[in-house]
């Protein structure tokens, strides 16, 4: 069965700090995978995704960038986070060209102070 | 702009009762729908996904599609407090991506 990680589980950044959030898949090949941050209360909001080893797609033009080194790997990271970069931040994988059902990982909160 | 609308609640049912809960989407090409589940502080859960037009049922679920009118409702049927969470529907229009409503909050009262 496929499983999908996130880490870290929480984490506290002073405003400025760089960011680098992981998530990995197991369990299937190819996957697309997603990028979202959830602000508290409200939706959630497409950062990034990728149908494929270095094939990045931005959704919202922010400070933030993803990588996807190897095939089940998909990075978030900052250079210098801001305040408004607080929030959970999800990954998440679909196969079947994306159309399909979307599984989430477990999130990483992310504070920044 | 492929839009998808969805009331934020909080919605309160007794237990034991049926929620209703509704989204409405802007787009006649909408392919794909699925409901998830999100409890507080933790990530979205598939429910149930549809494709086709009607009633689709999953145990205490059901999710009805109606493309001519631009809706997908999931009832909830013998409301249980474990299903107090917020409610997540999303479509998919066509391409690799899945665009979701701002969820609605349900809450059970015992």
């Known amino acids: 069965s496929q499983t999908i990680h996130q880490w870290p589980a929480t984490l506290v950044q002073p405003v400025g700090s760089p960011l680098s959030l992981e998530c990995t898949v197991e369990g299937t090949s190819n996957p697309n995978l997603y990028w979202y941050r959830q602000a508290a209360g409200r939706g959630l909001q497409l950062l990034f995704y990728s149908v494929g080893i270095g094939q990045i797609s931005s959704e919202v033009p922010q400070n933030l960038s993803a990588s996807r080194p190897q095939d089940r790997q998909f990075i978030l990271s900052s250079k210098k986070l801001l305040l408004s970069d607080s929030g959970f931040y999800l990954c998440a994988w679909s196969s079947l060209g994306g159309r399909e059902t979307q599984y989430f990982g477990p999130g990483t909160r992310l504070l920044v102070l | 702009q492929k839009e998808v609308e969805q009331n934020s609640g909080p919605l309160s049912v007794p237990e034991g009762a049926i929620a209703s809960l509704n989204c409405t989407y802007s787009d006649r090409g909408s392919q794909s729908f699925f409901w998830y589940r999100q409890y507080s502080g933790k990530s979205p859960e598939l429910i149930m996904f549809?494709?086709?037009?009607g009633d689709k049922e999953d145990g205490r679920f059901t999710a009805q599609l109606n493309k001519a009118s631009q809706y997908v409702s999931l009832l909830i049927r013998d409301s249980q407090p474990s299903d107090s969470a917020t409610y997540l529907c999303?479509?998919?229009?066509?391409?690799?991506?899945?665009?979701f409503g701002t969820g609605t909050r349900l809450t059970i009262i015992p």
């Open positions: 999303a479509f998919n229009f066509g391409n690799e991506k899945l665009t």
């Open positions: 549809i494709y086709s037009n």
